[in-house]
């Protein structure tokens, strides 16, 4: 204990000190790398700038001593006779007389009268002693006449015709003349890396050029001022062109490499400036840069279209030098001060670790479950402070575990209650795990499914349901609502017995809410379902009975009427009339009643087919025009001519406009309206699906709000209702009905001027 906290306050202490040193050496390092890196920046572009000055005095120095050779009045005059051996003679004399030169020059020697012509003739002598002058930086001189014929020389030519070479045409500039500079390369002639200078001699009285002078400057002297530039030992200078060769430099041959094309392009949109990057060895550098700007006018062509820039660069190792130094000074004295630092640091520890000692023995004692003992630290500090919270943790720690002794014997005799409400419940207990395995079976299950506990704890539940499938679709309702209600499925008792059960089951969670299995409650219906069934066929009989008679009564009411027997006399109408409109009313009131026994047991089956709901809906209204004539109600129609067929079963859609039919002649006064309107629209559930949709509408006595939530119930009936004659099944049925065809109803209504029911119908392509 006591070496583990003296190593983490040492440890501590020592980053204290370090950090802020890291921080400050770093801040140090960034703030003067950034300042010096600036500071050369600056100072490589200016020397970058000086460069390009010297180099742009050096090429129009070049350029004005060529110039004062051009226009020499000694030179101008041998060129001027030199043109004189032309005169008389026709253009191609003059192409064939230099054609027979240039065929024979390169096999003439320096002994032949036409090469000693050249190379030693006056102005020949006069250019050597010029170049001789000039010492190494001319490599060679030669002038050609008006026809570019050479006609003097200081070595001898690779051509003696010279008119068809660009850097004559350049300076020739259609006899108008021009200053050209050639781009710098290996001149195979005077065995150089040169730059050219060619000028015109100009005829002064007539500005016609009569000649050209062609200089060839070796760039090794000619740019020595570039080469000799050094600073350190990887400073130097560079002369590029804008497409990054290397024109000449301090340590590589001249046009032996490029720079990257990133770089270029950093210098060619600027005016100057400094940045960094990596040479030809892929050596980081900062480089100072700058255009060369020509003040002199020589052709666009000159220097092979490019610009030139100065470079000025040293290897980033050698440039920050001084940084690492003082860098190193510091880092000296920040360790020499943490040093210091933890020489303090550890006598501090020791003074901490001893009371923490009896601080780890109290604790140790009380985590063995001495809660009675007591810490006697009586320091004034942190420590002192820290002992007397755990004594009263103590203190609180031996209260609560008496009062969770206490809790947890109330806690076992309610578990003990809760076993005994389960195994003494009547109905089937069952939970499962999250794999649907049995955890808990109750007594009333070993009963009623005929297992012993023993045999099914850790068996699937699923094993219990008759359809073994089922219990997948119903675990998908509770993962999905996490709860299902009163479902209705059947079980398979061990001795194959078949039980009709409501089931309730939901999802079951620990205290912290995440779910660990299920618990359902079964409940034993067979009986209740043998009942439904002797009643459902108790209304099938009941039925039978009463519509066998009834038919034919209704069916002699209405031959008697339509005078299939003879004319009827009139007082005997009215009371025939009533014995068909009862007879249909006690054939519905059967009808209604079979049909909500078929509901109620889920035995309801219709049989689906296309059915044109227009075409069905006038003949109903045709059929109850009877029963609303007795009372003076007109009933007005606003159907759409040729419904698209919905997918329906027409018996009981029958059914369902016979019920809102009759409802609404039955709650509307003598002389009232009822109005029938059936549209194509979009369902209120479902916007999204097309629907038939038919209202009815009449003028009765309306409903009121608190009737209208639970109208559709079976035998509900709206309040003011109780004088007019009805059993309540007639809006169950239609309700159902419509549910049963994925369709919807609506009602509104405004107590004292009517109601409007509105039923839906999916269209044939909506349904599913």
């Known amino acids: 204990m006591l070496r583990g906290i003296q190593c983490k306050i040492l440890s501590l202490a020592v980053i204290i000190g370090l950090l802020p040193g890291m921080v400050g050496i770093t801040l140090t390092y960034l703030g003067v790398t950034h300042l010096f890196k600036n500071s050369i920046g600056n100072d490589f572009h200016e020397i970058a700038r000086k460069e390009s000055e010297y180099m742009r005095r050096v090429i129009e120095k070049e350029i004005d001593e060529v110039h004062s050779l051009a226009i020499s009045p000694s030179i101008r005059k041998y060129v001027e006779d030199a043109n004189l051996k032309y005169n008389g003679k026709g253009n191609e004399e003059t192409i064939r007389e230099i054609n027979s030169i240039e065929n024979i020059w390169p096999q003439l020697k320096e002994n032949s009268p036409i090469l000693r012509n050249i190379m030693n003739n006056e102005l020949a002598e006069y250019v050597k002693e010029y170049k001789k002058g000039e010492g190494e930086e001319y490599a060679e001189i030669f002038i050609t006449d008006a026809k570019g014929a050479v006609i003097a020389a200081t070595d001898k030519t690779s051509d003696y015709f010279q008119a068809d070479e660009r850097w004559w045409e350049e300076a020739y500039n259609n006899g108008k003349g021009g200053i050209y500079l050639s781009d710098v390369d290996y001149n195979e002639s005077a065995k150089v890396f040169s730059l050219d200078f060619c000028l015109p001699i100009m005829d002064k009285p007539n500005k016609k050029v009569i000649g050209i002078i062609?200089?060839?400057?070796?760039?090794?002297?000619?740019?020595?001022?570039?080469?000799?530039?050094?600073?350190?030992?990887?400073?130097?200078?560079?002369?590029?062109?804008?497409?990054g060769t290397v024109i000449i430099d301090a340590i590589s041959p001249p046009l032996s490499w490029k720079i990257s094309e990133g770089l270029i392009s950093k210098i060619t949109v600027s005016r100057g400036g400094w940045t960094m990057d990596k040479d030809?060895?892929?050596?980081?550098?900062?480089?100072?840069?700058?255009?060369?700007?020509?003040?002199?006018?020589?052709?666009?062509?000159?220097?092979g279209g490019k610009n030139w820039y100065i470079f000025v660069r040293q290897d980033l190792s050698e440039a920050y030098t001084p940084i690492i130094g003082l860098v190193w000074k510091v880092s000296l004295v920040g360790i020499l001060l943490i040093g210091i630092f933890t020489l303090v640091a550890l006598s501090m520890a020791r003074q901490i670790v001893r009371p923490l000692l009896v601080l780890q023995d109290g604790v140790g004692l009380i985590g063995q479950g001495k809660l009675n003992h007591r810490l006697e630290i009586k320091t004034k500090d942190e420590i002192g402070g820290l002992a007397n919270s755990i004594n009263k943790m103590a203190v609180e720690l031996e209260n609560?575990?008496?009062?969770?002794?206490?809790?947890?014997?109330?806690?076992?005799?309610?578990?003990?209650?809760?076993?005994?409400?389960?195994?003494?419940?009547?109905?089937?207990?069952?939970?499962?795990?999250?794999?649907?395995?049995?955890?808990?079976?109750?007594?009333?299950?070993?009963?009623?499914?005929?297992?012993?506990?023993?045999?099914?704890?850790?068996?699937?539940?699923?094993?219990?349901?008759?359809?073994?499938?089922?219990?997948?679709?119903?675990?998908?309702?509770?993962?999905?609502?996490?709860?299902?209600?009163?479902?209705?499925?059947?079980?398979k008792t061990k001795?194959?017995?078949?039980?009709?059960?409501?089931?309730?089951?939901?999802?079951?969670?620990?205290?912290?809410?995440?779910?660990?299995?299920?618990?359902?409650?079964?409940?034993?219906?067979?009986?209740?379902?043998?009942?439904?069934?002797?009643?459902?066929?108790?209304?099938?009989m009941l039925t039978h009975d009463i519509k066998s008679p009834l038919s034919i009564l209704l069916g002699l009411s209405t031959m008697i009427l339509d005078g299939k027997f003879g004319s009827v006399d009139?007082?005997?109408?009215?009371?025939?009339?009533?014995?068909?409109?009862?007879?249909?009313?006690?054939?519905?009131?059967?009808?209604?009643?079979?049909?909500?026994?078929?509901?109620?047991?889920?035995?309801?089956?219709?049989?689906?087919?296309?059915?044109?709901?227009?075409?069905?809906?006038?003949?109903?209204?045709?059929?109850?025009?009877?029963?609303?004539?007795?009372?003076?109600?007109?009933?007005?129609?606003?159907?759409?001519?040729?419904?698209?067929?919905?997918?329906?079963?027409?018996?009981?859609?029958?059914r369902v406009f016979i019920n809102l039919l009759s409802n609404a002649i039955k709650y509307t006064p003598d002389g009232g309206e009822i109005r029938v309107k059936g549209q194509i629209t979009e369902g209120r559930v479902k916007p999204h699906k097309k629907y038939v949709e038919i209202s009815f509408t009449d003028t009765g006595i309306g409903i009121s709000e608190e009737d209208i939530a639970g109208l559709f119930n079976k035998y509900k009936r709206a309040k003011g209702a109780g004088r007019i004659e009805g059993t309540g099944l007639g809006l169950f049925i239609v309700k159902s009905i419509i549910d049963l065809h994925d369709g919807e109803v609506d009602l509104k209504s405004k107590v004292g001027e009517g109601s409007t029911f509105t039923i839906r119908l999916p269209l044939k392509k909506a349904r599913g």
Request: glycine residues 6%; contains cysteine.
């Open 400 to 491: 609560r575990t008496n009062e969770l002794e206490f809790q947890r014997g109330e806690l076992e005799e309610t578990k003990n209650y809760l076993k005994n409400i389960l195994e003494h419940s009547a109905d089937i207990v069952i939970t499962t795990d999250l794999n649907g395995n049995i955890v808990e079976f109750n007594k009333a299950a070993e009963e009623i499914l005929e297992y012993s506990k023993e045999e099914v704890i850790g068996k699937p539940a699923g094993e219990f349901y008759l359809n073994k499938s089922e219990r997948k679709n119903i675990m998908e309702i509770v993962y999905k609502d996490g709860r299902v209600n009163n479902y209705e499925t059947t079980f």
């Open 570 to 654: 009139d007082k005997f109408i009215e009371p025939l009339r009533s014995i068909y409109s009862s007879g249909r009313k006690i054939s519905s009131l059967v009808d209604n009643c079979l049909t909500s026994a078929l509901i109620e047991t889920g035995k309801l089956n219709l049989e689906m087919k296309p059915v044109k709901v227009d075409v069905v809906l006038n003949s109903i209204i045709k059929l109850m025009n009877l029963q609303a004539e007795k009372k003076r109600i007109e009933i007005r129609t606003d159907i759409q001519k040729s419904f698209p067929d919905v997918m329906a079963d027409e018996i009981y859609l029958d």
């Open 214 to 243: 062609k200089v060839v400057t070796d760039i090794r002297h000619l740019f020595s001022g570039i080469i000799n530039v050094n600073i350190g030992k990887t400073g130097h200078s560079d002369l590029v062109s804008s497409d």
């Open 280 to 303: 030809e060895h892929e050596i980081s550098s900062i480089i100072g840069f700058s255009p060369v700007e020509w003040g002199a006018k020589f052709s666009a062509s000159s220097l």
């Open 495 to 540: 001795n194959g017995r078949v039980l009709y059960v409501s089931l309730t089951l939901s999802q079951l969670k620990d205290n912290s809410g995440k779910i660990i299995g299920t618990v359902g409650i079964s409940r034993d219906v067979t009986a209740k379902k043998n009942l439904d069934q002797m009643k459902l066929d108790f209304m099938y």
